[in-house]
Structures are given as structure tokens and as C-alpha cells.
């Protein structure tokens, strides 16, 4: 009997190209890392992908996105702008997150018109940073975007519209290098009700930081300013803030004796996670320095201090912190060796501080940038004394501080039989 001969299989029979039959929760999630000029590219793969791109969620356009031989800023511009008006022109579905950050962008006027545009899609997280030029103001449109639940914003200047009403699902805020009022920060911060993260960076306009927020989790803060309060803050727990100008020279400016240090922790008392950067920790010291807080920081497990050793004030402060942190695990010190380069006429008296200061919980510190100056040893000579429990001190001293240091280290007596003392190398 004659076998048949097999036919070839028709063309209905032939097994589709594995990328067209990828489920959409695959394709979205290789679309989502991919750089948007890539991610544009796959249109050509199949005809399931020409316009699977059009409806990603998520839109950065950074340094990643164009990609050209000239040098020329403005052809880079030029590009640049072409791309993004292509993007929003052809996108489908909706939009939760624009983020526009490259190295050639100014703030030109195309900015007011895709800000419009996004707002107009339910945007959730808006992003901009102008990294060339004057303080690109933000349009009004964006301030009544009311699906905004994180904002973040660099070289900007923010002047919002009198009918402006806040953002009551911002949940995060990053201003850097922005320009704005005192009454419009105000205003700003207490407009928006559920917001939890607070970064603010290098900022003009106002000198007074006044911060109610009663959700607040997380601030940090790093800039030229002469006073901060908190206001109805009981939530918040990590706190970073550096004073970047020498608070000396703004002390007749105070009223009274009153304690900066009292009035700061007042609406914190649920503090995790503390570090004081720069010269806050001589703003905390202006006015009278309490031996500890009326109400003890149970929580505050972390805390970094920057001090000027020759400064008895700061030294005090410092004490304060620690007598106040009956749970702190760890703590960082560093020194300010700019300041300490004339010896201080005056030392601390160590003795009274012997007599009657509780053991210390700590297991682990580091002490940064010293120089071996006899306050800084004093120093650390009390914290191996007072920490009966501690497990590792880290110790790194500036460039050119001879062996010495380390000998002298390891001759201080320690509460703790366990505590090692490790001699970091500066280089």
C-alpha cells in the first residue's frame, strides 16, 4: 500500500513569532525598563507591539532618551522637544507618572504646555528638573491638579494662583534649588493633609521654616535659614537637617533665653532616626541648654550629630540629646574641624557630667573627621565609660594625625568588656 506523502502545513498551521504571543503583563513590564526612545523602537517588532508602547504609564524623558552625535545644545534641544511632543501626541490610556530631566533642558514655554497636558490625564507623580538656565515658574495649571500624590521639583520658582487650595493626596513633596515665599511655603505645607514626605533643599525667598504637617513620616531639610518650628508634626520619625550658615552670626537676632533645644523636639515625640548636619547643632544650643528634654525621646534609636568641640554650648546640647535617648542604639559624630583650628580658652568640666549621668545604651558608634585635640578625647573617653553595652566604636581621624591618636585611644578605660575600638585609615 502507497503511503501518502505528509502535506505542508498551511500557512493558519504556522506557529506565531513566540514575541507577538507574550502576555500583555509580560510585554508592559519589559516596556516599563526600557528607556522611552527604546521602548518607542519596538513598534517594528510585530504588529501586537506597534502601539504597545503608546499606553505606558509611566514617561521619563532623561539623557536616555535621545540619542545624537552633535554636540550642538540647541540640536539636542530641538530633538528633544520633537520626542516629547510625539510621545504625548500619540499616547493612549492614562498617565501616572512625567518625569522631564536632561542635562540640555531650559525652561522654555513647551514645559507650560505638556505640564497642561499631563494634568489634564490624571497625573499622579510629576517630576521636572532644569538643570540649565533661571528658575524655571511652575504654571498654574499644575497647582489644581488634585490626583498629584508625589511632586518633585528642581531650579523652579513656585508662585501658585489665590484660588490655589493645596493638594489633598500629595504624599510626597521634593523641592530643590526653588524659589518661593514665606506665606506660600506656609501655606503650601499645611494645604496638603496626608503628605508624609517633606525634602527641601537649598531654597530662597523665605528664612522661616513653620511646618504643620500631621501626617509627616519623613524630613529633610538642607539650606540657609534663621529659625524652624514644627506644628501639629506627633508623626513624624526621621528627621535630617543641615544649617548650611554659621549660626553665630545670626544669634542677636534671638528674643530672650529662650532654648531652641526645647522648642524643637516639643512636636516630636514620635522621633526615630535624628541627624543634625552642618551647624544646626549650634542653633539648638542658642538660649538655655536644659541638662535633658522634659519628655525623653523613647523612640530615637539613630542619631548623627556635627559639633565643634571647642564649642561648650554644642558640647552641651549633645549631652542633652544623649541623656534624653534612653533607647538609642546607634550614634555618629562629626566634627567640625574648620572651626576648631583656634583652641578654645575654656574646657569642659567633666566631672560634674561623671557624677550623675545615666549608663548610655549604645552598641554602636562612629566618630568622624577629629584631629586629636584634647575635647575631642575627653569625648570619646566618656562615651567608653558611659556604655556599658557597646559593641564596635569606629574611629577616623582627618589626613596627617600621627599613630599617636591610636595609642591613646586604646588606653581609655571601657564600661563595656566587649567593645572593640577600629581605626579607620583617613586616606
Not at 152 to 159: A, D, R, S, T, V
Request: hydrophobic fraction near 40%; charge should be neutral.
Amino acid at each position: 500500500m502507497r503511503r501518502e506523502q505528509s502535506k505542508p502545513p498551511c500557512l493558519t498551521d504556522v506557529e506565531p513569532d513566540r514575541i507577538s504571543c507574550l502576555p500583555g503583563h509580560v510585554t508592559d513590564q519589559i516596556l516599563s525598563h526600557l528607556p522611552i526612545r527604546e521602548a518607542v523602537r519596538t513598534s517594528v517588532l510585530s504588529s501586537k507591539w506597534r502601539y504597545k508602547w503608546a499606553t505606558l504609564p509611566n514617561l521619563v524623558f532623561d539623557n536616555r532618551c535621545i540619542s545624537v552625535a552633535s554636540q550642538d545644545h540647541t540640536v539636542i534641544k530641538n530633538k528633544l522637544l520633537r520626542i516629547i511632543d510625539h510621545v504625548l501626541l500619540l499616547h493612549s490610556g492614562p498617565i501616572n507618572k512625567f518625569k522631564l530631566s536632561h542635562r540640555d533642558l531650559i525652561g522654555v514655554v513647551d514645559i507650560d504646555r505638556w505640564t497642561l497636558h499631563v494634568c489634564r490625564r490624571s497625573i499622579k507623580e510629576f517630576v521636572l528638573e532644569i538643570w540649565k538656565g533661571q528658575r524655571y515658574k511652575i504654571p498654574s495649571c499644575l497647582f489644581s491638579c488634585q490626583s498629584l500624590t508625589h511632586l518633585e521639583l528642581f531650579n523652579c520658582w513656585l508662585k501658585p494662583p489665590s484660588t490655589f487650595q493645596g493638594f489633598r493626596n500629595l504624599k510626597s513633596l521634593d523641592l530643590q534649588h526653588v524659589t518661593l515665599a514665606q506665606d506660600v511655603f506656609e501655606n503650601l505645607i499645611s494645604s496638603c493633609p496626608v503628605l508624609e514626605r517633606l525634602t527641601l533643599m537649598n531654597f530662597d525667598g523665605f528664612t522661616h521654616l513653620n511646618v504643620n504637617a500631621p501626617n509627616l513620616q519623613f524630613f529633610d531639610i538642607g539650606g540657609k535659614f534663621e529659625d524652624i518650628s514644627f506644628e501639629n508634626t506627633f508623626q513624624l520619625a526621621v528627621v535630617s537637617i543641615g544649617l548650611y550658615l554659621n549660626f553665630e552670626n545670626n544669634q542677636s537676632r534671638l528674643h530672650g533665653g529662650s532654648s531652641n533645644l526645647l522648642k524643637f523636639f516639643v512636636h516630636l515625640p514620635r522621633l526615630q532616626r535624628l541627624e543634625i548636619q552642618s551647624y544646626f547643632l549650634k542653633y539648638l544650643s542658642v538660649g538655655g541648654v536644659p541638662v535633658k528634654l522634659p519628655i525623653p525621646c523613647i523612640d530615637l534609636s539613630y542619631l548623627s550629630i556635627r559639633i565643634n568641640f571647642n564649642d561648650l554650648k554644642e558640647i552641651s546640647a549633645a549631652l542633652c540629646l544623649l541623656r534624653s535617648s534612653p533607647y538609642l542604639q546607634e550614634l555618629e559624630i562629626l566634627a567640625r574641624p574648620e572651626e576648631q583650628t583656634v583652641l578654645s580658652t575654656h574646657t569642659y568640666c567633666w566631672e560634674d557630667v561623671y557624677l550623675d549621668f545615666p549608663d548610655l545604651p549604645l552598641r554602636y558608634v562612629r566618630i568622624d573627621g577629629i584631629s586629636g585635640i584634647k575635647p575631642e578625647l575627653d569625648f570619646i573617653r566618656f562615651l567608653l565609660l558611659h556604655s556599658p553595652v557597646l559593641e564596635r566604636m569606629n574611629v577616623k581621624p582627618v589626613l596627617n594625625v600621627g599613630s599617636e591618636l591610636t595609642k591613646e585611644l586604646l588606653r581609655f578605660r571601657r564600661a563595656s568588656g566587649q567593645a572593640e575600638i577600629i581605626y579607620l585609615d583617613p586616606s
